[in-house]
């Protein structure tokens, strides 16, 4: 029987708080440390309370334990300000970084599109793309695959009480960083992102809109199977993400219309943003902790 | 209603708000043929930009016929007094976007979040406020929140560095108290030094009466448009709106009747779509539905056999916010798919 692989969570706000509760759940990861920088934190004393070994010093306040405790993955959930600094303390021990912020050092991940491929190269940092980029990528990789894409557009729209202090101060990281992603990973020859916030009650659930134009007329049928796939692919890990319209097939537009309910596991379940993006993320943290295992079995 | 004397910077925003019934359709030349008109008849400022800002070019809100760049670099250096604004959404346009206006000689940016989101707009104003332009503030869908939020949200802004609030009534839904009591609060709390400034839409045909009451109550800058060209039934007529001014004794710097021919002569010649107060327009005033829905809502409805006044009056009540076009399609999907049903 292999021991689970020992990770860190940096960050206590909400993001770090929701994984916490999901990786608790994990088969091959065993979460140990949280890191916070407010001894007062929610989060921190949330995790407290479920065992975890604690500190608000940030990443230095962990640091010499690192090895003893035998860390060897950690999640940074703050933000793209500091994960640099972040990264670059935790990789002296060797440490392999999910960085769920949007500052993009690593390469992108998309589970569903891509976690394969990262298999094997032994990448240090692998970064989760944005929220909206999680929801959306999927989709216009599924018409990717089967055509060429000349152009893919997402729309997400979040409720207000899901958007957090750190999107909203720097809301171009996020439109920057999806457009990229649905470029790399999504496969599009162009990608634009576009992010509405909205302050409705009761919160709307995250929807999420995605537009491709083919460069050739839409395979209708392998477009509507490989979209099926994906979706099947993503319901994996969460199960909320469902195509309410779509695809609209109009000229050389592609339109998908998806609905992304959460699990509900910390965050209400109307932050299907949220909730995508620690899914995904802890996702990739195992896909990681498998190869771990193996390089110590071998 | 007495405001002898008073003073108002007037905005033109037929190049920007009227790329909505134009469907972003206006090329350079339009573009420049408008703003030289409008800049001889001393109207001070003019925004030129994708009708939902820098970066709007789309497929949701539709691609225009030539780049925000182009756009600029044709009008802004054939002005001679006026100045240029452009718009920018946070979400949909970026601070790179911000750099390019600016680099093209546009003095005037005005950061635009829904009336609760302003704390999306730090990066934008901040680095507008940084570059010495003229950095406004613009809270949109204001009648969705009371003169106290809304406040709280201006001073977000002003704390970014913005030098004008503007309280923006995209849905064309207020009245004249609403302005009132909105323009009044924010004249009464901000800094002194910051102005206040009032766009209307004319959906509901308040947009004279409500720009009237925005000056009353203290406002410095009102929004309007040569022939009234902009989303929904239009923004407060301009030629209109200062032949009303220049009535009751407010300075304008504008001449009335050179811009009674830009209208005549130049815009209403180019409009491809009927700008009033029809069924839908009246509809987006009467559901509080953010302006620039009309068009997509009457091509959804066409497409899918549905009547474009339901449309609207579910957009209003979903609470949906400006920007999210989107859900135009998705809703008329959803009452497709139930009408089918029943």
Known sequence: MTTKVKAAIIGSGNIGTDLLYKALRSDIIEPIWMVGIDAESEGLKRAQKLGLKTTADGVKGMEPHIVEDKVQIAWDATSAYVHESNNELVKKYGVKMVDLTPAAIGPFCVPPVNLMEMVGRGEQNVNMVTCGGQATIPMVAAVSRVQPVEYAEIIATVSSKSAGPGTRKNIDEFTRTTAKGVEVVGGAERGKAIIIINPAEPPLIMRDTIHCLTKDAPKQKEIIESAERMIAEVQKYVPGYTLKNGPVFDGHRVSFYMEVEGLGDFLPKYAGNLDIMTAAGLRTAELIAEEIQRAEAA | ?342
């Not at chain 2, 802004?157 to 609403?178: E, F, H, K």
């Not at chain 2, 700008?275 to 005033?285: E, P, Q």
Request: hydrophobic share 45%.
């Open chain 2, 1 to 342: 209603m007495n405001l002898e004397g008073k003073k108002v910077t007037l905005h033109d925003m037929s190049l920007r708000d009227g790329m909505h019934p134009q469907r972003h359709q206006l090329t350079p030349e339009q573009m420049v043929e408008v703003a030289t008109a409008l800049d001889a008849a001393g109207v001070p400022l003019i925004e030129v930009t994708h009708g939902d800002g820098l970066g709007g070019a789309s497929v949701n809100y539709g691609f225009p016929a030539a780049t925000d760049e182009e756009y600029l670099r044709a009008v802004v250096p054939k002005m001679k007094n006026a100045k240029i604004s452009a718009l920018l959404i946070p979400g949909i346009g970026t601070v790179d976007q911000l750099r390019m206006a600016h680099a093209c000689g546009v003095q005037t940016i005005r950061v635009a979040t829904h009336c609760t989101e302003a704390d999306v707009s730090e990066q934008h104003i901040g680095l507008g406020a940084e570059m010495e332009m003229d950095t406004v503030g613009f809270l949109m869908m204001a009648h969705m929140i009371g003169p106290e939020e809304l406040l709280e949200q201006a001073e977000l802004m002003q704390g970014y560095g913005a030098n004008c609030i503007y309280v923006t009534d995209s849905a064309g839904y207020m009245l004249p108290d609403d302005v009132t009591a909105r323009v009044g609060h924010l004249r009464e709390k901000l800094d002194p030094d910051v102005e206040v400034g009032f766009h209307g839409h004319h959906n509901m045909h308040m947009g004279i009466a409500n720009s009237l009451a925005a000056i009353e109550a203290g406002a410095a800058r009102i929004d309007g448009s040569v022939a009234g060209m902009g989303a929904g039934a239009g923004n407060t007529p301009l030629e209109v709106f200062v032949a009303v001014l220049h009535r009751m004794g407010v300075e304008t710097g504008v001449d009335m009747w050179k811009l009674m021919d830009v209208a005549e002569e130049i815009v209403y010649p180019l409009m491809t779509h009927k700008v009033r107060a029809d069924r839908d327009s009246l509809t987006l005033g009467y559901a509080g539905v953010y302006s620039s829905f009309l068009l997509h809502a009457k091509r959804a409805a066409e497409k899918y056999g549905l009547k474009s006044t339901d449309i609207l009056v579910e957009l209003g009540r979903m609470k949906t916010v400006g920007g999210q076009e989107d859900m135009i399609e998705d809703v008329a999907l959803d009452m497709k798919k139930a009408g089918a049903a029943e």
